[in-house]
């Protein structure tokens, strides 16, 4: 989508410190990050948002999840452990419209979340 930052993001439009790069998935560090590590995990294909996802988009979403783990891992956080957020709508605070998973880490998280 020519208007979406996350698309430019994906296309090298918009600089930004890309941490994974495959022909389905693009991983890069969180402009405003909320914990010693947050990196966002996005399709290179554009999905507005979980809510419009469809079943053809399962196994792109699943791989998100394992990019968000392998990341994590690498970085030290596999045991300590990392998490994982989608936000999806405005009730849930999602302010770009572009499915990205937040994957946190470096620091203990509260639950339930605010
Ligand atoms: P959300 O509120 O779930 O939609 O998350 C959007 C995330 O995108 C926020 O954590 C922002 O800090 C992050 N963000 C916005 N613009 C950029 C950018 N140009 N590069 C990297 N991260 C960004
Ligand atoms: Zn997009």
Redesign the pocket.
């Given at each position: 989508m020519s208007d979406c930052?996350?698309c430019k993001?994906c296309e090298g439009k918009?600089p930004?410190t890309i941490t994974y790069r495959d022909d389905d998935v693009v991983a890069?560090?969180?402009?405003?990050?909320?914990a010693p590590f947050?990196q966002?995990v996005i399709p290179t294909r554009h999905i507005a948002s979980l809510t419009q996802a469809k079943p053809e988009d399962a196994a792109l979403l699943g791989k998100l999840m394992l990019v968000a783990s392998k990341l994590a891992g690498e970085a030290g956080h596999g045991n300590s452990g990392f998490r994982v957020?989608?936000?999806a709508g405005p009730d849930?605070?999602?302010?770009?419209?572009h499915v990205?998973l937040?994957v946190l880490a470096g620091r203990s998280f509260g639950w339930p979340p605010g």
């Open positions: 930052l996350f993001i918009i930004a890069f560090q969180d402009i405003g990050p909320k947050h966002l957020v989608m936000n849930a605070g999602q302010t770009v419209f990205h937040h």
